[in-house]
Structure formats: C-alpha cells, structure tokens
C-alpha cells in the first residue's frame, strides 16, 4: 500500500500540477477528493462540456475538429459511465477532472482545449443546479403519484365515518376520504414550492469561469439555452457561488417531510390496537424479534425518523454557507452531499408512503365505534338550539354542555337522553333534535366549502384529479 500511495503521489497532478513540484499528501488528497459523491454529476459534467465544446466551435474558439473528437469521446465516456465500466480515480479529486483526464486518454490533444473559457467553478456550480433540476423533477413525480394514491383511497372512503380531533381528543365526527384529502392539499403545496424553486434555480452559470468571467468571445446566451436554462446568470461573482437554490431545494424537502412525518405519525396511532383505524398488510409490517403477537409500522417510523434526518441536511447546508466570503471556497465542495442525502431520504419516504397508502385499508367499524364515544355531535346540537330557536350561541354552548354532563353521568349518548331530560334543562327542545344528533347527519350537513360531507369530498376528488391529470 505505500508503495502504491508513493507512486502515485510521486509525481505532481497532470492538471493543475505546472506551479508545484511535489505532489499533495495522500492525506491532502484524502480531505480534498470529492469524487466518492461527485461522480453522481457525471451525467450533468458531460452534458455541460458538449454544451460547452459546440459553442466554443461555433464561436471560433476551438476548431470543428477538436469539437468533434471532444464529442464522441464525452458520448463514449457517459456511455462507459451508464455501462458501470468507467473507473473513478481517487487521485484526481473530483467529477471533472476524472471525465477530463479519460477525455485525454481517448482523444489526445483536442481535450487539452476543452477547459477554455471555463473553469470548475463555473463547471461544478452548472452540474449542480443540472443535477438539483432533475431531482426536483423526480420528486414533482413522486408527489402526483402520492396525491392520487391518497385520492384514489379517499374516495373509497368517502363516506366512510371516523371521529376528527383537535388536541388529540375526539372533536367532530368527519369521513375517512375528507381526512386523506387535507394531505392531498398539502402535497399540492409542496409540489408548487418545488415548482418555484425550479424557476429560480433555472439559470446557468457556466461561462462565469472562475470567478470574473472570460477574455475569450463565449455566447453565454447559447450554453444556457442548450442546457435548457432560461438565461445565463447575470453576475460572475455570484453564479460561481450561489447555493441558495440547493438550500431552497432542501428547504422545501424539509417542509415535505414535515407534511409526510405528521401522516407517519397518524398512521403510528391508527394502526395500534387502541385506535385500530387502519391495517397494513404484512407487506408494510414488520415483526418483533421477541414478542410474538406484535406488528410494527416500521415504514411509518422511518419516515417520521428520516425528517430528522433532512432537517439535518438543511441545517448542514445554511451553516456550510453562512459567512462565506465571495466568490468560490473548498468548503462549497461539502455542498452536495447533504443535497445527495436529503433527495436520497425525501425519494424513499415518497416511494414508502405512496405505497402504504395504497395498502392501507380502513377499519371502517372501528372508526364508527370510536366516532360514538366522545359526544361529538355536541357541536351539532348547539347549531340545532341557535337554528331552530334563535338562541345565541353562547347560551346553546352553554346548555349542550348541562346536556353533555347529563348523558356522561348516567353513561349514554347524547341521543340516548330522553326527551323529558332534554326538556327539563330546555323546555323548548322537540324531538325534531333527534335528527342531528346522529354521526350520518352531522357529516352529511357539513356542506360548506371544504367541509367533510361526502358530497363536498367527492366534488373536492374531481377536482383535485383534474388538475392532476389522468
Ligand atoms: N470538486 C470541486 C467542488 O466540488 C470542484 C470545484 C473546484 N474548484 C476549485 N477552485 N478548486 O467544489
């Protein structure tokens, strides 16, 4: 081993060696090396230096020729790279110089010249927002494929009845369906922030080179478009040291997963024998290695872990960049791997969840049985008392609650108080009460915009799968 770490650090780095004599300590080289993560950008280098070899022909910078060979040996390097043949050398740090260095192996003299007017600032900041693009695009997939996996459940559910809560304890009796749908809005939400994040990210860097931009007559204009860019960014400085867009992308993973670890954590308690709302088939269950009977919602764990987890890719990232001077630093190296990780852990959670909602299925007796206990059609009764006798609310609040206190002493439902008990804390009560009290009636009169009754819910699933799409 050392004699291999003496030969290779024996003689200067090929690249940027010209000024030195000696070569970097296998330690150095050991901190500085970023190809162990940066080779995910292979895909995005190569596309950035076709981009960036056919505008410099075109601008007579290098000749048709080396633009040519610079070509097809890029193509035959992401063809050996897809292949899983390409060999990624420690010793030559990064992405770049790794694609450069095979480049010259295959072509000789003409990849010599595709470094002009470029630099791997400017290079590493464009495969960076390339690859940020893509993995936003994936996880707007992701999402869509998650909002109708709910929509296809909560319509299935749409009349399905469960107790709703605030603070945890049973409030007002809802649907199943009118429950999955508030996750669909806020997929929604998340989609349109990854959306947004898109449009700012959407301008390219290279040709900022270093840091000061280029003598050399580049059409900026044409790489952007190329590369499908909106337009190039407007200032060297910053396009070489902008990461904002990466802090924005893990910013809006993080709000994803909050959204996914509040649904992990609904389905924690559905699924525990107490609530016993929902199953999952074995196939989103684990067992316990000592006690028998157990079944554990692993998968909703994870992703209620796995936030955590994002959080601290975010947290990495702001604190990577605060008080960074201009224009380019090493320390922007450790930019990607928490972007690597955070997209890593937001993708599986996504997969998981779509397909734990798609095995999940209601315990629709069990929701009834819960929605019964807890008086949750109180609310119900004080709208009947404001409704049919004009009493102020307050005062309606105020006898429900006698009547409340009336049924949980003698241990019945609310509509198990015989009408003489009602009437003898409301004189003016009919039978007609009777009518609101149950859990079919409090749901189905909740009409208003957005409210859970089965036929808000099923409007609020047409619509919601039209903009979708099929
Ligand atoms: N591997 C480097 C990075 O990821 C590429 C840019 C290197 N630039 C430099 N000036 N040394 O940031």
Known sequence: LLAIVRAMTSSPSTIWGGRFSASPSALLQQINASIGFDKRFAAQDIQGSQA????????????????????????????????????????????????????FTLVGEPAKRLHTARSRNDQVATDFRLWVRTAIESVEEQLTRLQKALLAKAETYSETIMPGFTHLQPAQPITFGHHLLAYVEMFGRDKSRFQD????????????AALAGTPFPIDRNQTANALGFNNPCRNSLDAVSARDFAAEFLSCASITMVHLSRFAEEIVLWCTPQFNF????????????????????????LIRGKTGRVFGDLTALLTLMKGLPLAYSKDLQEDKEPVFDGYDSLSVCLAVMTGMVDDMTANSEAMLAAAQKGYLTATDLADWLVRTLNMPFRDAHHITGTLVKMAETQGVQLHELSLEQ??????????????????EASVNSRQSLGGTAPTRVKQAITAALATLGS
């Open 278 to 301: 929902i199953s999952l088939s074995d196939a989103y269950t684990t067992g316990s290695s000592i006690m028998p009977q157990k079944r554990n919602p692993d998968a909703a764990e």
């Open 52 to 103: 960036h070899a056919t505008m410099l022909a075109q601008q007579g910078i290098i000749t048709a020729a080396d633009n040519t060979a610079i070509q097809q040996g890029l193509s035959q390097i992401a063809q050996e790279i897809a292949d899983g043949v390409f060999t990624f050398d420690e010793s030559l740090e990064d992405i770049h110089m790794n694609v450069e260095t095979r480049l």
């Open 422 to 439: 009602m009437q003898g804390v409301e004189p003016r009560i009919t039978a007609e009460v009777l009518s609101v009290l149950t859990l």
């Open 197 to 208: 994040c898109r449009k700012r990210l959407n301008e390219c860097p290279l040709g900022a």
